[in-house]
């Protein structure tokens, strides 16, 4: 009998080693070369340049329908703290400007969406 479990624990294991490798889901990627990060259901990906900040909100990787959307953005960069208010542009929240950023600058996003509750979330900029 303990041969018998020994060679089905054996089978197993073999019939795992030969699975197929499952692709993983590329839902948490960034599609505009931003940081991703996920917040009550809302996928939200900052894309922060130095003259430009966008908010891209996605539904686990696939575009949502927004009818209404706005955002505050806290910029923190050593000392400096600066706040940014984003408006709605088609699929996205939107700043243009002159922002202060560098490698390691961290980001508050306080975001609200068609009329549900405000969403926060935090980012670090790469």
Known sequence: ?????VHVALA???GLAAAPAVAVDDAH???HGGVIVEAKGVDLELVAKPDLIQIYPTDHGKPMKITSGSAKLTLLTGSDKSEVPLALVGD???AKG???MA???KAVAVVTLNGKPPVTARFELK
């Open 92 to 94: 996205k929240l939107e």
């Open 98 to 100: 002159s922002f202060k």
């Open 103 to 105: 490698k390691g600058t």
């Open 29 to 31: 990627a960034p599609k």
């Open 12 to 14: 197993n294991l073999a």
């Open 1 to 5: 009998m303990k041969h018998f479990i």
